[in-house]
C-alpha cells in the first residue's frame, strides 16, 4: 500500500515535471497549523487566464507601446536635424569653396595684369637703351650751361604766407597756410579726350639768340617750379603778367587748377619762390567759372574763357571785377574743336610782343586752327588768319612775334614744335625744334614775352621753358 502511494506521488511529480510549471508552498494558517498549497498550470492555455492579461497590464502595454512610439519620433527627428545640420555645412564649405577660387581667379588676373605691365617697363627699357646708344653714336656737342634752380623745394613748407583780402591791406596773416585749391576732395572732372601724336626729334644744334623778335629755333629743357598736392592739379593753367600794373608787380604769378566743374578760384603768388613754397599772398573767386586752360594774364587784367560758352571775358584785378565781356564769332567750344589732349581747350588765349590772340577754330574753318588778334580793351576782332593744320591734331598752340606754333605731341617725352605760321604773310610751314614733355601730360603751353620764356603744365608739375628766337635755315 505504501508502494503503491509512493509510486501515485512520483508520478505525479514527475507529469508536473515535464509541464515545468508545477509550484508547491507551504504558508501558516494563521491558527497555530500549516497550509501546504500545490499548484499545476492547466494543459490548455484558455482554461485558467493567466495573470498578466488583466485589464492593467494592457494598458500598461498600451502605454508603453505609445512611449515607444514617441521615443521612435524624437530619435528619427534628431537624426533629421543632424542630417540637415550636415547639409547647411556642407554648403558653408561649398560657399568657402567658391569664394576662394573667385579669389584666386581674381590674383591670376591681377598677376597677368603685372605681367603685362613688366613686358612694357622691359620694352620700354630696350627703347631707352636703343636711344641711349643713338645719343653715343652722335659727334659731341658742347653742353650748355646749367641753370641752378633754387627756387624749387619739393615738399617745403615751413614758411609763412600772407594772405590780402584787398590790393591795399597791409596787415599780414601770421598763420601758416597751404594751397586750399591743392587739397581738392572728389571734384568734378571734366571729359578728356586723348589723341596722341608721335613725332621723333631730330638732331638740331642750339642756334645763337637775337634779342629783337625773330622765328623759335630752341627750346631749352623744362625748368621745374612746382608739384601738385592732389588731382585738382594734374592740369591747369599759370602765368605773368608782361605788362603788369598796379597794385601788382611783374613778379607776381598767378594760378588756375582746371581740374573741376566749377573752375572759379584765381591764386595770385608774390613772386616764383612764393609759388614753389605753395603760399599764396591773394586768392579771387571769379564770377564767372572758367573754361579749361586757356587763359592768360595781360596789362592787369585776366583773359579767359567763359564756360560752356564762346563769351571772352576781360576781368579787372585792380577793381576785381568783369571789365569786359564778348563772344568770339562762330567759335566752336565746349568740345567741338579741342586740342588733341582734350580738357575742352576749344578756345586758347596767348599773348606776345604784338599783343593779344585767341587761338580756335570754326564749322567754317572744319576744324583748322584759326587765329584772331583781339583789342585787349574791348576784346573785338582785330584781324583773322585760317591756317591749313587741324587744331584737334596738335597737343598744343602758342604765339610769338605774331607767328603761330604748334606742339606735336602732348605725351611723347622727345617730341617737336611741328608748324609755324606768320600771319604778317599769312604764309604756314612745317618745322621741327625739339620739346621735352619730360613728365608726359603737357595740358598748356603758353609764351610769356617779358620773360622770354614758354610757360606750361605738365603732369602735375609747373615748369618753363626758355627759348631762342633767330633766323630759320
Known amino acids: 500500500m505504501w508502494f503503491l502511494a509512493v509510486l501515485c506521488v512520483s508520478c505525479l511529480l514527475m507529469g508536473t515535471q515535464a509541464q515545468s510549471s508545477a509550484s508547491f508552498r507551504r504558508a501558516n494558517a494563521g491558527n497555530g497549523r500549516c497550509q501546504y498549497s500545490f499548484t499545476v498550470d492547466s494543459p490548455t ?24 512610439a514617441l521615443v521612435a519620433r524624437l530619435v528619427g527627428g534628431e537624426a533629421v536635424s543632424e542630417s540637415s545640420h550636415s547639409s547647411g555645412s556642407q554648403s558653408v564649405l561649398q560657399d568657402s569653396y567658391n569664394q576662394v577660387m573667385g579669389e584666386n581667379a581674381q590674383l591670376q588676373r591681377e598677376k597677368q595684369r603685372l605681367d603685362r605691365q613688366v613686358q612694357d617697363l622691359q620694352q620700354r627699357m630696350e627703347e631707352l637703351r636703343q636711344e641711349a646708344e643713338r645719343l653715343r653714336s652722335r659727334p659731341c656737342v658742347p653742353p650748355r650751361v646749367p641753370q641752378n634752380d633754387n627756387s624749387f623745394r619739393p615738399g617745403s613748407g615751413s614758411a609763412l604766407s600772407h594772405l590780402v583780402s584787398t590790393p591795399g ?4 596773416d601770421t598763420s601758416s597756410l597751404r594751397d ?26 642750339g642756334p645763337t639768340d637775337i634779342s629783337g623778335c625773330g622765328d623759335l629755333v630752341w627750346v631749352e629743357d623744362p625748368e621745374v617750379h612746382r608739384k601738385a598736392d592732389s588731382i585738382a592739379g594734374k592740369y591747369g593753367v599759370w602765368m605773368q603778367d608782361p605788362e603788369a600794373k598796379e597794385p601788382y608787380g611783374p613778379e607776381m604769378v598767378w594760378r588756375i587748377d582746371a581740374v573741376g566743374s566749377d573752375i572759379r578760384q584765381l591764386f595770385g603768388y608774390e613772386n616764383m619762390d612764393q609759388l614753389s613754397r605753395g603760399f599764396p599772398t591773394k586768392v579771387l573767386l571769379l564770377p564767372e567759372s572758367v573754361e579749361s586752360t586757356g587763359a592768360t594774364m595781360y596789362k592787369g587784367s585776366l583773359y579767359y574763357q567763359r564756360r560752356l560758352s564762346r563769351t571772352l571775358i576781360r576781368y579787372d584785378l585792380l577793381s576785381e571785377s568783369i571789365a569786359a565781356r564778348r563772344d568770339l564769332p562762330h567759335a566752336g567750344f565746349h568740345g567741338q574743336f579741342p586740342y588733341s589732349w582734350g580738357g575742352y581747350t576749344d578756345i586758347d588765349l596767348s599773348v606776345d610782343e604784338n599783343g593779344l590772340w585767341a587761338i580756335y577754330s570754326t564749322n567754317k574753318a572744319k576744324g583748322a586752327i584759326v587765329i584772331s588778334q583781339l583789342d ?26 605774331g607767328k603761330l606754333y604748334t606742339v606735336a605731341s602732348y605725351t611723347s617725352p622727345n617730341t617737336t614744335v611741328n608748324y609755324m605760321y606768320d600771319t604778317a604773310t599769312s604764309q604756314g610751314k612745317t618745322i621741327s625744334v625739339p620739346f621735352k614733355n619730360r613728365y608726359r601730360y603737357n595740358s598748356m603751353v603758353d609764351y610769356n614775352p617779358g620773360q622770354r ?21
Open 453 to 473: 620764356k614758354l610757360y606750361a603744365w605738365d603732369n602735375y608739375y609747373i615748369v618753363s621753358y626758355k627759348v631762342r628766337l633767330g633766323k630759320q635755315e
Open 180 to 205: 586750399p585749391a591743392w587739397q581738392f576732395s572728389n571734384p568734378g572732372y571734366q571729359e578728356l579726350t586723348a589723341v596722341v601724336t608721335e613725332v621723333s626729334a631730330p638732331n638740331l644744334e
Open 45 to 68: 492555455e484558455a482554461s485558467c487566464p493567466s495573470p498578466g492579461s488583466s485589464p492593467e497590464m494592457e494598458a500598461l502595454k498600451s502605454r508603453l507601446g505609445l512611449l515607444e
Open 169 to 172: 591791406n597791409t596787415q599780414r
Open 376 to 401: 585787349p580793351h574791348n576784346l573785338e576782332v582785330k584781324g583773322t588768319w585760317e591756317t591749313k593744320i587741324r587744331k584737334t591734331s596738335v597737343a598744343n598752340a602758342f604765339m610769338i612775334c
